[in-house]
């Protein structure tokens, strides 16, 4: 079983930046690739981004790509999300999970993640 708690959500005006933080339990997070998803009012739960499990592979959407960037700390067991040059478009709730994976490439499947956060709040104003 792995947990995990999303945290660093918050209010921001367009244009500034958020770095969200996801700290898993368990001692095999470094076996896990990890993604970040976004869910707003209305909506479907969308991908962002996600990490391959050894750090090497990123990927991400393509509304997000250049402005937002994963990246994981193993000694912590923690997975963050920077983002910057944010829209009033981007507020949703994040969710960060977790996907054990067979090779080193991260997954944008969402079927593919089999633990997910409770999810953290990010409000964009304009």
């Known amino acids: 079983q792995v947990q995990l708690v999303e945290s660093g959500g918050g209010l921001v005006q367009a244009g500034g930046s958020l770095r969200l933080s996801c700290t898993a339990s368990?001692?095999?997070?470094?076996?896990?690739?990890m993604g970040w998803f976004r869910q707003a009012p209305g909506k479907e739960r969308e991908f962002v981004g996600a990490?391959?499990?050894?750090?090497?592979?990123?990927y991400y959407a393509d509304s997000v790509k250049g402005r937002f960037a994963i990246s994981r700390d193993d000694a912590k067991n923690t997975v963050y999300l920077q983002m910057n040059s944010l829209k009033p478009e981007d507020t949703a709730v994040y969710y960060c999970?977790?996907?054990?994976?067979?090779?080193?490439?991260?997954?944008?499947?969402?079927?593919?993640?089999?633990?997910w956060g409770q999810g953290t709040q990010v409000t964009v104003s304009s």
């Open positions: 990490i391959s499990w050894s750090g090497r592979s990123g």
């Open positions: 999970a977790a996907a054990r994976r067979t090779n080193d490439v991260p997954t944008a499947r969402i079927y593919e993640y089999d633990y």
């Open positions: 368990g001692r095999t997070f470094s076996s896990y690739a």
